[in-house]
Structures are given as structure tokens and as C-alpha cells.
């Protein structure tokens, strides 16, 4: 136990290790207090390399020996019979990278059936239903990115953004912390014998404290109470653990309210991330409706579209004369102008970000490789543009020239753009 406060806490940094042994321990204690009905994924999310992958194995070892943690490549299916198998306990998955849309969805069904231990309603074709297993278990997931566009999901998870550290510094702590966990699955029982013995209806009481205090401090924003339930939650956990190694005798009072009050400065740092968070992933569609009523108002003006044209308007793109169910917009321009004309509203994140949004939301349609933009010739120049159906701005588009376009432009994120002449036309 002595090993915990001394090296495990000390193997990476902090914050990554007090939201991870208190996910580790949440589902110990969550059914008894009957507060299992609600399960946040913790996502601790990173570029390889950061220790996601080692984090994650290491905590799992709470729960018994494991080999290695489940990946991400698994089905949905797959994902959710072992989090059926795993009753009250801890779940790794490992490894998510969002390389196709399959993946992605994959992730976002098992988050969301997670969360509140839903079954997918399916029937045989005698119309009587099918058996499907719902979660049981608390996840714990690490990928290079999360869910773009998607507040839902980041609302029923507690996201880590993590990054690069210098391990020389951790180096010793990670080494005895490997070497020590056999021994982990021995705290577990220890720390459910102490549980049992505690006044639940006090503890409940807690819950609902943290849960209002965290409410208070982001009321009428966007998944607030849903964000600040996961991390009350997630608090509970750390604030009794605290109080097991209390009790003890691995840390004296002192030590224990300076860890508590540790981990709450982390709880409130995590939730106005995730707050920001949320704002952001739906900042995309907010940005295409102000964008919509911009060009149906005749605000702004775009080359080559019959009727919005307009010299004494801000240009904001063009159509190419091939091209004629599409638009080309000057990035910089179109988000510079539709943020000005939303100020009173306003609209979170930047270019890069609105941009990443609308090609997961299929708005921007085509990119040149590894990039959200594409790069075209237009008035005797290269432009980088964003380009977008015109079905997504409110124009209805005949089917023929649907078809063509089909035809003229069929890009795919691996390969170049089709090149232009400096007319417009491919």
C-alpha cells in the first residue's frame, strides 16, 4: 500500500494517475451504493508514445492478472459481450485511432450503450426478440484522438487530454510500479472489506454534494449535469480511496485532505475542458446554419453562382464552371466573416477545428490528402479551399447534375486532387 502514495502515483503525472485509480475502483463500489445505472468511459486521449497504453494495462492489474487489454480492432459486438462478462469491474480497451468510420462508430455505440447499460432491440423473424447483452463493466479506453462532432459522447465519458512527458524523470517509479503490480489485485478486496464497513447513506450524501457543487459552477451550459455527475462520481471514488489508505495507516490526515483537495483542482480543470469541449463539437453545426443564412440573405457573395454574385459583397468562394453542384470557399474568409456576423451568439474553436467537424459531418466533401482542405487554381492562383455540395447550404441540386459531378470529381482522402486549370475547369 505504501508502494501506491510513493511510486504508482508518482509514475506519471498526477492527474493521470488520481481520475485512473478512481475509475479503477468506481465499479467496486457503484452497485452497492446503486449508482451503476450511470457508467462514464475514462479516455485518457494522446498522440502515441505519451503512455496510454502502459497507464491503462497497469490499472487493470487491480482487477487480476492480465496479459494484455482488449483492442480497439474488436467489434462492437465483440467489445460488448466482454463488457457483459466483466460485472463490476474494470474494462480496458485499448488503442483507438479513428483510421475508418466503422471504427468510429464502433466507438460511439459502445460509449453510448456503456453509459447506462442499454441493449440494442432486435428482432427474430418470429417477431419474438432477441437476447443482447448489455455492458456491465466501467471502461477505460486511451486513443490518439476522440469522437469529433460528437458532444453526446463526450459527455458520457471523462476525457484526458494527455501528452508527451519526459519519462527519465518517471523512469524509477514506472519500474517498481510493473514490478509491484501482482500485487494489485490484492488491494481491491482490502479496499471492498473497507467499503462495506463505511455509512453508505452518508456516502450517498457526498455524491449528491460534489454533484450540486459541480452543477453550480457550469449551470445552463450544454451537458453540464450529465459532466458533472460522471466527475462527482469519479471524485467519490478518489475521496474514499483517500480514506482506505487513511485508515490504513499509509497516509496521516494531513496527507489525505491535501490529496483530496489535489484531485478536486483536477475534477474542476476536467470539467471546463470537457465544457469547452462539448461547445466545440457542436460549434460546426452552429457555424453552418449562420453560414446558410449569410448566402440565403445575400450578404456575402459567391463567383460563378447564379444570383449571389455580388461585387460589392465580401467573396467568400466560388463555383467552378465544372463543378456546378458544388462550392470552393476561401477557409479563411468564410470563418472570419460567419464568426463577425455571429458575434452576439458566438461560435467556439478555430478554422482548423470547424473544419475538422464538417468533413466528419460529410459537409466538406472533398481533401487532398491528410488535410481538410483541397487546393485548386482559381483567377490565375493556387487557393486552399473548403468544398462543400451546395445541398449543404440550402440549394436544391437537379439529379443530372448530381450525376455529373459524381463523375467529374470522385476523391478520396488517400488520393491527389484532380487539377485544375486556371479557368477552374479539371
Known sequence: MLHIKKDLLNAWPRYWMTFGIAQTLLPAISRPLNLHKKRATLFYEGLTGSGKTEITHLLQQFWGPFDAPLNMTSSAKGVMEEAYQFKDALLVIDDFKGINRYQEEMLRSVIQYSYDGTKTAKQN????????????????????????????????????????????????AYTRSWAMSPNYRGVTPRFIHWFLNQD??????????????????????????????????????????????????VVDRKEADELKDEHWGYVLKCQSSMLGRCEDEQSAIVFMRFLRQLIASKQVSIANLDGHYNEHKQQIGFVAPGSPGQVNLFPDITFTTVRSFARDTGIAGTERSIAKQLVDMEVICATDPARNKRLVRYGGSRQRVWTIDLEHLGFEVKPEIKAQQAQVLQLHPSEPAPKMDENGIF
Open 125 to 172: 423473424r418470429d417477431c419474438t426478440q432477441q437476447k443482447e447483452k448489455g455492458s456491465r463493466a466501467t471502461l477505460m479506453m486511451s486513443g490518439e484522438h476522440f469522437l469529433a462532432s460528437e458532444a453526446s459522447a463526450v459527455a458520457r465519458t471523462i476525457l484526458l487530454e494527455v501528452d508527451k512527458i519526459n519519462t527519465v524523470k518517471t523512469r524509477d
Open 200 to 249: 453508505h447513506a452518508k456516502i450517498k450524501e457526498l455524491v449528491e454534494k460534489y454533484h450540486s457543487d459541480l452543477q453550480t459552477r457550469s449551470s445552463g451550459k450544454q451537458n453540464s449535469s450529465r459532466i458533472a455527475l460522471n466527475l462527482s462520481l469519479n471524485y467519490l471514488c478518489w475521496y474514499l480511496f483517500v480514506d482506505f489508505m487513511a485508515d490504513s495507516g
